[in-house]
């Protein structure tokens, strides 16, 4: 990280969904602000998206509280998924079988970042 007065970081370690279904919702609020961010996870019809929303006001209160960033400049400046545990549970299945049932968990980071201008896009 290039400047790390003006970030604060959020993790979440033990979230119940696959990797593949948080790294979604997650990419969906990467370079937004925070403010748009937190709107689209409000009405975000996935499970997983309350979950990311607990982490990202986590990391809102961090940068505010910890290293008094105005909350009004924030952007979603990174957000990591990864693998954590995994359970396994069986299921019974015919002619005394059993069929594995692997439950994945991941891991969530948020950085947040204060920027002073805004950056346009090409058009």
């Known amino acids: 990280m290039k400047n790390n007065n003006l970030t604060a970081i959020a993790k ?3 979230v119940r969904t696959s ?3 948080l790294s979604f919702i997650a990419n ?3 370079n ?3 403010n748009y961010a937190i709107n689209q996870l409000k009405f975000s019809e996935k499970r997983v998206s309350r979950n990311v929303l ?3 006001n986590a990391a809102i209160a961090n940068a505010e509280n910890n290293k008094q960033l105005d909350i009004d400049k924030l952007y979603v ?3 990591y998924v990864g693998k954590s545990l995994r359970m396994k549970r ?3 299945r015919a002619k005394g079988r059993a069929g594995s049932i692997i439950k994945p968990f991941s891991k ?3 950085v947040v970042e204060e920027r002073n201008e805004i950056k346009k896009g090409k058009k």
């Open 12 to 14: 979440d370690n033990m």
């Open 19 to 21: 990797p593949l279904k």
């Open 28 to 30: 969906s609020i990467v």
């Open 32 to 34: 937004k602000n925070v």
């Open 54 to 56: 607990k982490v990202l």
């Open 77 to 79: 400046r990174e957000a």
């Open 90 to 92: 069986w299921r019974p």
């Open 108 to 110: 969530l980071t948020i």
